[in-house]
């Protein structure tokens, strides 16, 4: 990464968007391995922070390498 400096701020750039939903997780996961009842809706919450997660992918990461980011 000491040739090419704009990834290690574009993975900056992205933990800052992705660590809120890191936290998030946790504690889902922690909340869906409790012994009482499965609440449905804690899976469907931790999928959703998965895709979140996913979708995001910094603009300078896509203008450097524009065959690696696809458009939604």
Known sequence: M????WIAESIALR???????NVLQAELLHRSR???????????ALMVTIA?????IPTKF???Q???CVSS
């Open 34 to 44: 409790q012994p009482q009842q499965p609440d449905p809706y804690i899976k469907q």
């Open 62 to 64: 896509c203008q450097k």
């Open 15 to 21: 933990n800052v968007q992705t660590n809120p939903l």
């Open 66 to 68: 524009p065959n690696s």
């Open 52 to 56: 979140a997660g996913m979708r995001v």
């Open 2 to 5: 000491a040739d090419l400096p």
